[in-house]
């Protein structure tokens, strides 16, 4: 399981660095280069029984080149595409929910009859044709940076290299207020966010022991979340500016009551409507987050916007499922688990409401001071060549 739960964080983790060579390579080389790291990663795992090797070859190789094939996704869409933005997110993503609910299936037809091996290899050839599809990436923007050039010949590479680091990492974009709000919002929400995705299963299969469609779940909140991504993101287009902040605050207070529903379903079907709300609200999450940064931030930062937001998200979202699990043990149950879960999201709907208020407030600051600026005439001490003051003579006034 810590495979799997290893090759996961590695996809958030990476995503500052993915962030960089976005900015400074293209989307196009680097999803190309990512798709191939994770289909040298599966390849690896298939022919490897070692556990051990396994942490390296699908935790660490397949986790970092899935991380660098799936940020550009993201990036490129907003140089094609800026009045349909959500839409065309909800459209790209809705590929994911698909797969969800198809792959499964699918997997567990191909796994019993081939084996482990052969389906690791069926899977890289995904990656694979993923590396080519990436091919059609023809950024129409600029890269926020070029890549830098070292100056004079003196000193190591590593001396030249080093003052042009922050050139590499963009932190500017944690100058703006709103987008470091956004990012806080967003990293509490998914300690508890992802926690009935990952123990439902487990929970109905405890709770309704007579129940064998626990696979329909899955299915619910793959198709719910297929068509949140579609519908939320249609929606998204049509409301202006940072106010899209508002779709997620919903889905995270939306989610958060639904964690807490989840104990107090006494049928299976109960769930099942718990399930398709999940899905939802993890449709309109995944759609909106995108749009979003692009409204914070600007087209020219976002890579960076979005590849520091999830590398935020990493630490609590794979902390969040094992203390679960923790809480699950100490109590028996996962009643007292899917309660708290709920908090998190409730915590960070409410923090991300404040977003369109601060946004307004620092343009009402920005407008005023422009305005002072404008009415303010020069003082003696800042006048500079050629300017006249009124009322004093040319000699008094020349600095």
């Given at each position: 399981?810590?495979?799997?739960?290893?090759?996961?964080?590695?996809?958030?983790?990476?995503?500052p660095?993915?962030?960089?060579?976005?900015?400074?390579?293209?989307?196009?080389k680097?999803?190309?280069?990512?798709?191939?790291?994770?289909?040298?990663?599966?390849?690896?795992?298939?022919?490897?029984?070692?556990?051990?090797?396994?942490?390296?070859?699908?935790?660490?190789?397949?986790?970092?080149?899935?991380?660098?094939?799936?940020?550009?996704?993201?990036?490129?869409?907003?140089?094609?595409?800026?009045?349909?933005?959500?839409?065309?997110n909800?459209?790209?993503?809705?590929?994911?929910?698909?797969?969800?609910?198809?792959?499964?299936?699918?997997?567990?037809?191909?796994?019993?009859?081939?084996?482990?091996?052969?389906?690791?290899?069926?899977?890289?050839?995904?990656?694979?044709?993923?590396a080519?599809?990436?091919?059609?990436?023809?950024?129409?923007?600029?890269?926020?940076?070029?890549?830098?050039?070292?100056?004079?010949?003196?000193?190591?590479?590593?001396?030249?290299?080093l003052?042009?680091?922050?050139?590499?990492?963009?932190?500017?974009?944690?100058?703006?207020?709103?987008?470091?709000v956004?990012?806080?919002?967003?990293?509490?929400?998914?300690?508890?966010?992802?926690?009935?995705?990952?123990?439902?299963?487990?929970?109905?299969?405890?709770?309704?022991?007579?129940?064998?469609?626990?696979?329909?779940?899955?299915?619910?909140?793959?198709?719910?979340?297929?068509?949140?991504?579609?519908?939320?993101?249609?929606?998204?287009?049509l409301?202006?500016?940072?106010?899209?902040?508002?779709?997620?605050?919903?889905?995270?207070?939306?989610?958060?009551?639904m964690?807490?529903?989840?104990?107090?379903?006494?049928?299976?079907?109960?769930?099942?409507?718990?399930?398709?709300?999940?899905?939802?609200?993890?449709?309109?999450?995944?759609?909106?987050?995108?749009?979003?940064?692009?409204?914070?931030?600007?087209?020219?930062q976002?890579?960076?916007?979005?590849?520091?937001?999830?590398?935020?998200?990493?630490?609590?979202?794979?902390?969040?499922?094992?203390?679960?699990?923790?809480?699950?043990?100490?109590?028996?149950?996962?009643?007292?688990?899917?309660?708290?879960?709920?908090?998190?999201?409730?915590?960070?709907?409410?923090?991300?409401?404040?977003?369109?208020?601060i946004?307004?407030?620092?343009?009402?600051?920005?407008?005023?001071?422009?305005?002072?600026?404008?009415?303010?005439?020069?003082?003696?001490?800042?006048?500079?060549?050629?300017?006249?003051?009124?009322?004093?003579?040319?000699?008094?006034?020349?600095?």
């Open positions: 399981a810590w495979v799997g739960a290893l090759a996961m964080g590695m996809i958030f983790f990476c995503s660095v993915v962030s960089m060579f976005t900015d400074h390579f293209g989307c196009r680097t999803a190309v280069g990512g798709a191939f790291v994770a289909f040298i990663g599966l390849l690896t795992t298939s022919l490897t029984n070692s556990l051990g090797l396994r942490y390296f070859t699908y935790g660490i190789l397949f986790g970092c080149g899935s991380s660098f094939a799936f940020q550009p996704t993201l990036v490129i869409l907003g140089h094609y595409f800026r009045r349909r933005l959500g839409l065309v909800g459209v790209v993503t809705a590929g994911s929910s698909v797969f969800s609910m198809a792959l499964p299936l699918l997997l567990k037809k191909v796994v019993g009859p081939l084996g482990l091996s052969y389906t690791f290899q069926i899977l890289s050839t995904l990656m694979l044709v993923q080519f599809l990436a091919l059609t990436f023809k950024p129409l923007l600029p890269n926020a940076h070029s890549p830098p050039h070292a100056e004079g010949g003196g000193g190591s590479r590593w001396q030249r290299c003052p042009q680091m922050p050139k590499f990492f963009n932190l500017r974009v944690f100058r703006v207020t709103t987008y470091r956004w990012a806080f919002g967003v990293a509490t929400a998914v300690l508890g966010y992802f926690v009935p995705y990952i123990h439902l299963v487990n929970y109905v299969m405890e709770e309704f022991k007579e129940t064998e469609k626990e696979w329909i779940l899955l299915v619910c909140i793959g198709a719910s979340s297929g068509v949140g991504r579609l519908v939320f993101g249609k929606i998204g287009d409301i202006p500016g940072v106010k899209k902040i508002y779709m997620q605050v919903a889905s995270f207070l939306l989610l958060g009551l964690s807490m529903m989840i104990p107090q379903c006494r049928v299976f079907e109960g769930v099942v409507v718990v399930c398709l709300f999940l899905g939802l609200c993890d449709g309109c999450f995944i759609t909106i987050m995108a749009p979003i940064a692009f409204e914070l931030v600007g087209p020219m976002a890579s960076q916007a979005i590849g520091y937001l999830l590398g935020l998200m990493a630490i609590p979202m794979t902390a969040g499922p094992p203390i679960a699990g923790i809480l699950h043990d100490y109590f028996g149950n996962y009643h007292v688990a899917f309660y708290l879960a709920g908090v998190p999201p409730i915590i960070g709907g409410t923090v991300l409401f404040f977003i369109p208020l946004h307004r407030w620092n343009q009402r600051c920005q407008q005023q001071e422009d305005h002072c600026k404008d009415k303010m005439l020069p003082s003696e001490n800042n006048a500079v060549n050629g300017d006249l003051l009124p009322g004093f003579a040319d000699v008094e006034t020349h600095v």
